[in-house]
């Protein structure tokens, strides 16, 4: 039985125990009438009286219950904490008692109060309280992120003994859930990763860099011995009484190409820890070019079905470019379809057109290196993330170095 936003499901013996009291009543009818005893009558209406407020609180329970079909993305890393919150809008007077509210997910994420059903790929939590007539009720499901993926709530509901039987009343949600957690890899630390930070002058604007542009003055203050000559405002001087020298915009050429190899062998589907290292040390080098301020994009060969066959991020800076990349991180499946290393990084290398410096993360091959080499030779910087016990350092690229071999 629908009913607005909710499905109700009765439990499969209400049909059973509907029959039994209309086959009652009958019975009671029919003894009544050929021995004429009064107190049957009493029986009798009893039951009818019974049977119709059952039908009305069938038909009206949940009908005026509502519950806001929210969007909401919690974006996390491994260790964090957040809570789903569910505000019930009760506009009956009849209330929900002891019910229990359940949904799936993915087991991404702990639970940290209610009961919970684990299998292999879902956790089911489940959470005991009461909707209480006219007015709100708030329930809270906190947990705590435990491995980096997406899920979204699915096949929530709300389950609670009937009012004038035995049975258990589920009330299903109908409408769409829009409710989803991002678990973001846990950054590893990557050994000298800073050899790869090589600036030169441009127009990329930084708060720390030797280079200055002279066409964007941004300030001045007080002229100090062995400032330049040139750097002299003479109009503020004027003003001021005293000598000023300019303050101009710190401006800085740099700029990283992550590629990033996630299949470590030659099967297409992926399913092991070293993607997931490989995934965490991208996400290493992502908060090292946020912190540093500096453009960065990245390509991965997890297969898409776009005209593009392999996940990019086209370059940029900033918190927004730096969310964007972790959740893009965070959305590779774990078993994940990959594209071949070699074609991806020939076809990023015939549309990039700009110097960029190269790092590598994960397996290259006698193909990638015949391709890098050809980079090289185009004043590009590269280097290689080299995994070893207990870490990575980040080195030179040296054209013959398998990972993991």
């Not at 919150?85 to 949904?103: A, I, K, M, V, Y």
């Not at 070293?274 to 991208?282: A, G, K, Q």
Request: charged share 20%; glycine share 6%; net charge neutral.
């Amino acid at each position: 039985m629908q009913q607005g936003q909710w499905e109700k499901d009765f439990g499969p013996h209400q049909a059973v125990d509907r029959d039994l009291i209309i086959l009652a009543i009958i019975a009671y009818v029919t003894i009544g009438i050929f021995y004429n005893e009064p107190i049957l009558y009493v029986v009798i209406g009893v039951l009818i009286t019974y049977v119709l407020i059952n039908s009305f609180y069938n038909r009206t329970i949940g009908k005026k219950l509502y519950l806001e079909p929210k969007r909401e993305t919690i974006r996390l890393f491994q260790g964090d904490e957040g809570s789903f919150t569910f505000e019930f809008e009760n506009n009956s007077l009849l209330p929900h008692l002891h019910g229990q509210l359940r949904f799936q997910i993915t087991p991404i994420i702990k639970a940290l109060d209610g009961d919970i059903t684990s299998s292999e790929q879902v956790f089911a939590f489940h959470k005991s309280f009461s909707i209480r007539g006219k007015g709100q009720t708030l329930v809270s499901f906190p947990f705590q992120a435990e491995r980096r993926g997406v899920t979204r709530i699915r096949n929530l509901s709300y389950s609670f003994p009937h009012l004038f039987n035995f049975n258990v009343l589920t009330l299903k949600y109908l409408p769409f859930q829009r409710r989803e957690v991002v678990v973001f890899p846990k950054p590893l630390e990557i050994k000298d990763v800073d050899i790869a930070y090589q600036m030169a002058p441009g127009e990329q604007r930084v708060n720390l860099s030797p280079f200055e542009d002279i066409q964007s003055p941004i300030s001045t203050r007080n002229y100090e011995y062995g400032d330049p000559f040139y750097k002299v405002n003479w109009k503020a001087s004027a003003k001021s009484g005293q000598l000023q020298t300019n303050l101009y915009e710190r401006v800085v050429e740099a700029s990283y190409l992550f590629l990033v190899n996630i299949r470590q062998s030659d099967e297409v589907i992926q399913l092991n820890e070293v993607m997931e290292e490989i995934l965490s040390y991208t996400t290493y080098l992502c908060n090292k070019a946020f912190e540093q301020e500096i453009n960065y994009e990245m390509y991965i060969n997890a297969r898409t079905a776009s005209n593009i066959p392999f996940l990019q991020l086209s370059e940029g800076s900033g918190r927004a470019h730096y969310i964007r990349s972790l959740e893009m991180l965070a959305r590779i499946p774990r078993h994940s379809m990959t594209y071949p290393f070699d074609e991806m990084v020939y076809r990023v290398k015939n549309r990039t057109a700009a110097p960029k410096t190269i790092i590598l993360v994960g397996d290259t091959s006698k193909e990638v290196n015949h391709f890098l080499s050809q980079w090289s030779k185009q004043q590009r910087d590269i280097f290689h993330v080299i995994p070893y016990e207990g870490g990575a350092v980040m080195e030179p690229w040296q054209g013959d170095v398998k990972i993991h071999a």
